[in-house]
């Protein structure tokens, strides 16, 4: 049986890791396919995917889209896509080009909280000059003492309803998916498990995910429990959606299970590769 990987990050977004690192440490650890998912952007997968070709896995080319969906933030990940897609590019393009401003927000409301020198201290952090996320500014605050570890951050400052959270609009759940479908791609609801929307709230995200040409729910993910996988595909067998799975790499020291490190997924689920 192959080993799938559906969701990960390198330093074309906020990981750790070259693009091409990210694929030799998800080689190493047993993976035969592996999604490279930056965060609203494609800039890693070229040479991706000749880091597989030379470690001999299968790249799947992906990215992670910020969508605002009723007040709260939800990810998408999409797999298989033409990064070479106009619209796909032009839609990330637009959703990166807003982070420049937030970070700026996001700095300020730290700074008025009494957090020094962050605009300048993310930006250490930071790999792409097309990108910038609140993982640098945890690593930031980490660094400087502020918290102990990047989990803190995010109790503490970063998180919704915290000193140095900002609000933002992102890409719509229909202009994501429709991008996604124009570059030829599978859109994936990352992480559900993060979403605090409550039950009502979830069935109605996740029938509207459905409806508008989503294909999966990501089941398998660091930031789920048991009862948060069993939840999740109980909630893909009723809608009819496949199931994929991630580990959310970010990098050495930063995440919760190492590349590849996946259980196999509950039984009854059509795998989002089933039909690849
Ligand atoms: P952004 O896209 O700028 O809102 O940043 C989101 C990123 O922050 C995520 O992809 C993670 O890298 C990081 N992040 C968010 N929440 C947490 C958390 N609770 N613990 C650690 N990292 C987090
Ligand atoms: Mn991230
Ligand atoms: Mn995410
Ligand atoms: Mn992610």
């Known amino acids: 049986m192959l080993r799938y990987d559906l969701h990960c990050h390198s330093t074309a977004s906020d990981g750790l890791l070259e693009p091409d690192a990210m694929v030799r440490l998800a080689a190493e650890r047993g993976v035969d ?53 106009e619209t796909l590019a032009a839609g990330l393009h637009a ?41 640098h500014f945890a690593r930031y605050l980490v660094e400087a003492g502020y918290v102990r570890d990047s989990r803190d951050v995010f109790k503490r400052y970063l998180a919704r309803g915290l000193p ?49 040409g989503g294909d999966a729910i990501e089941v398998l993910s660091p930031s789920h429990d048991a009862d948060d996988v069993a939840r999740f595909a109980a909630l893909a067998r009723r809608h009819g959606l496949k199931a994929s799975q991630g580990s959310d790499y970010h990098g050495p020291g ?12 509950p039984a009854g689920l059509r795998p989002v590769w089933s039909s690849w």
């Open 95 to 135: 959703v990166r080009s807003g982070r420049d401003a937030r970070a700026r927000r996001i700095a300020a409301a730290l700074e008025a909280v009494g957090v020094r020198g962050a605009w300048e201290g993310a930006l250490r952090y930071v790999t792409s000059e097309r990108l910038i996320s609140r993982a």
């Open 33 to 85: 396919v592996l999604a490279l998912t930056d965060h609203d952007d494609t800039a890693g997968l070229a040479v991706a995917g000749a880091a597989a070709r030379e470690a001999g896995i299968e790249l799947v080319r992906g990215a992670e889209v910020s969508v605002s969906w009723d007040d709260e933030t939800i990810h998408v990940v999409a797999l298989r896509i033409d990064p070479e897609c």
């Open 164 to 212: 140095g959270y900002v609000e933002h609009a992102w890409a719509t759940l229909a202009d994501a998916i429709a991008w996604i479908r124009a570059a030829g791609g599978v859109a994936v609801l990352a992480h559900p498990g993060r979403y605090r929307i409550g039950a009502r709230g979830m069935r109605r995200l996740v029938a509207e995910f459905r409806e508008r």
């Open 254 to 265: 930063e995440s919760f299970i190492e590349p590849g490190d996946l259980p196999e997924l």
